[in-house]
């Protein structure tokens, strides 16, 4: 027998703030987890330089899973933050499911008039390891009038096969079994086309699997006029990235997106945390919704196996926003404390 050990990366802004209730929610909930604070992000790279000490990263490779709240701040030149800490996580830890599950909980009211809570449910199967985000390219004549910038879409066989298997495999433990693999293969056609001749061919393993194609741009827009219609979307780094902030804001908002980095093979632990940002703009206001922190401590809980627990955190959270009053303002500590009473 050992102790579960998590990791806890408040990081900046809201990040704290939200990973706070997080954790009262985790405490409640299960007895006997041991949790290590990381101080990692803007204060300790003033303080020190240092963004991610090796020493620091090899740590946080010997726990069970990581929960992070956010990265990012307007005292540190953008991508510092965001690609030597969370990023370089996220590819050290070979963390290739970048899952983002939407709900439309009953109680919140999304901006669209036409669905009803209930009827949103599906989950956006992002790629975490390659595409756009991996820094490949650069920059020639810096600063000059002949600059030249170039961000290379890294795709590989490899990395494309396995989260798209990972999507139907999740699709086949759905009601629906629906997958839509979301690319841009009529101008993208390097890539797409890997992406998909990888979508077919994997999908002949899953032949119980409806399978969907949708050009990214003609997603964004169904995304608004019918995201009933989803139920796996798979897509690559950057297309996960923004239509996940779509579809955010479409199940009431970016206060309530969870997430998980995951890691499949458990050979690195998998990292959970909010869709959401830092949010300088509310950072420190006690305003912000942690209700996204706690998700991700749910999808963490399910992930180490604790389904019950796990259970009882959604449980929880769809009782705190059936009682919501809409445009009421929260505070953050009183949404954590309501939702740990109701888990324990
Ligand atoms: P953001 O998500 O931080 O904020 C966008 C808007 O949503 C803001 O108006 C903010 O107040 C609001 N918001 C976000 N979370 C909220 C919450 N829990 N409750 C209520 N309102 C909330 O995105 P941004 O402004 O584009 O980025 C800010 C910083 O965060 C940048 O440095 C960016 O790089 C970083 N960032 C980090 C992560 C991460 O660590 N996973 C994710 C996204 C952005
Ligand atoms: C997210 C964020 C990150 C991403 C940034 C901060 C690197 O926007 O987790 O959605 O693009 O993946
Ligand atoms: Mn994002």
Wanted: net charge negative; charged share 20%.
């Amino acid at each position: 027998f050992r102790v579960t050990s998590i990791a806890v990366v408040g990081g900046d802004g809201i990040g704290p703030e939200v990973v706070a209730e997080g954790i009262k929610v985790l405490n409640a909930v299960l007895d006997g987890v041991q949790l290590v604070d990381y101080d990692l992000g803007a204060a300790r790279y003033h303080r020190t330089g240092e963004v991610l000490p090796d020493s620091v990263r090899d740590e946080l490779a010997q726990h069970d899973a990581i929960l992070l709240g956010a990265v990012g701040d307007p005292t540190v030149p953008p991508g510092v933050l965001e690609r030597g800490l969370l990023l370089k996580l996220r590819f050290d830890f070979d963390q290739y499911v970048n899952l983002r599950p939407s709900r439309l909980w009953p109680g919140t009211s999304g901006p669209l008039a036409t669905v009803k809570p209930g009827e949103i449910d599906f989950v956006v199967v992002r790629e975490g390891t390659e595409g756009l985000y991996t820094g490949a390219g650069g920059v020639l004549h810096k600063g000059t009038a002949a600059e030249v910038a170039t961000e290379e879409s890294l795709n590989t066989r490899y990395g494309v096969e396995r989260v798209i298997r990972d999507a139907y495999a999740r699709a086949r433990q759905r009601a629906r079994r629906k997958v839509t693999m979301v690319h841009k293969t009529n101008v993208l056609t390097h890539a797409g086309g890997l992406w998909a001749r990888t979508f077919a061919d994997v999908g002949r393993d899953f032949p119980d699997v409806v399978t969907e194609y949708q050009h990214v741009d003609a997603a964004a827009m169904f995304m608004v006029t019918n995201p009933q219609r989803y139920d796996v979307i798979v897509t690559d780094n950057l297309f996960g990235d923004i239509l996940t902030d779509i579809a955010a804001a479409v199940t009431g908002g970016i206060g309530l997106a969870a997430s998980g980095c995951i890691n499949p093979t458990g050979d690195y632990p998998s990292m959970f945390e909010p869709v959401h940002g830092s949010a300088p703009d509310i950072a420190g206001l006690g305003k912000a919704d942690p209700i996204a922190a706690i998700l991700s401590v749910g999808l963490c809980l399910e992930n180490l196996g604790h389904i019950d627990a796990a259970r009882k955190v959604e449980e929880a959270v769809a009782t705190e926003l059936a009682g919501r009053v809409p445009g009421e303002p929260i505070r953050t500590a009183e949404v954590g404390d309501r939702v740990a009473v109701l888990v324990s």
